[in-house]
């Protein structure tokens, strides 16, 4: 009798733990962030499980006042981006909210010396697909991003890398994969092999999700002149189909704006 109980303790005791036991995305992980930068000092608390929350403050400690615009708010922005794509997680009970870029000298805000602006907000493991529809995040490197706009035009910002593997099958193309079926097309390859032709050096550029669709790019740098050479892909995020191709030429000095 005292076996049976035992052995029945046993069995209760396995099943208990195994009703605590993590999501598959695995143990909950927490990192930390500090920074510090024009008197200004970010610290954060993120904590990544079925979502990534992140506690974030920023502290005013140049012994100085600080100007910033804040018709909008306070300008202390906080997003998770794909390393390799203009793709943001989107936050949980995200909404959108309406505010007009019109300076306003009314507007202006103070922040003291020692003034403390904390940040709580809750990202999903889901991006935007279109205007209606979120679909999962594809698994990968991922850079969280803080920053802060003051009224002069400083900025600080800083950001940290983050790997989010997913549970899900992915339900659109990778980037690379998108690269790889633009680069399938008969007219993508002709411009490749144009440019390689003349000994180019050609690079891609991050990916953009919107839409419904991967806008994939690459561009072909001039040697003998202040030009680049860029080609812009389309394509369906899911299918890979070809939406439309556009060719433009920039100079250096632009492309490194867009690449901001």
């Not at 605590?20 to 930390?32: C, I, K, R, V």
């Not at 608390?45 to 100007?67: F, H, L, M, Q, R």
């Not at 602006?117 to 935007?128: G, L, N, Y």
Request: contains cysteine; negative net charge.
């Amino acid at each position: 009798m005292k076996q049976f109980v035992l052995i029945l303790f046993l069995i209760l005791t396995v099943t208990g733990c195994g009703s605590n036991m993590q999501s598959a995305y695995g143990d909950l992980e927490t990192l930390t962030h500090d920074f510090n930068q024009n008197g200004l000092a970010i610290k954060a608390n993120i904590k990544v499980g079925k979502t990534i929350k992140v506690n974030a403050s920023i502290t005013n400690n140049s012994g100085e006042t600080i100007i910033y615009n804040g018709r909008c708010g306070i300008p202390f922005s906080i997003s998770v981006k794909k390393e390799d794509a203009h793709s943001h997680l989107i936050t949980r009970d995200e909404k959108e909210v309406g505010c007009d870029d019109i300076f306003d000298p009314n507007d202006l805000r103070e922040m003291e010396p020692n003034e403390t602006f904390e940040k709580e907000i809750i990202f999903k493991r889901e991006v935007s697909l279109t205007s209606r529809r979120t679909v999962s995040a594809l698994s990968g490197m991922y850079e969280v991003s803080f920053s802060f706009q003051m009224h002069d035009n400083e900025k600080v910002f800083s950001s940290l890398p983050l790997e989010l593997m997913m549970d899900k099958e992915p339900e659109i193309m990778t980037v690379n994969q998108a690269k790889e079926f633009a680069k399938e097309s008969i007219e993508v390859m002709k411009w490749f092999d144009e440019h390689e032709k003349e000994d180019m050096s050609i690079e891609s550029e991050d990916a953009i999700l919107s839409d419904g669709m991967w806008t994939v790019m690459f561009h072909a740098v001039h040697i003998d002149k202040d030009g680049v050479d860029r080609i812009i892909i389309n394509m369906d995020a899911k299918s890979g189909d070809i939406k439309g191709i556009h060719y433009e030429e920039v100079s250096k000095e632009v492309l490194e704006m867009l690449d901001k």
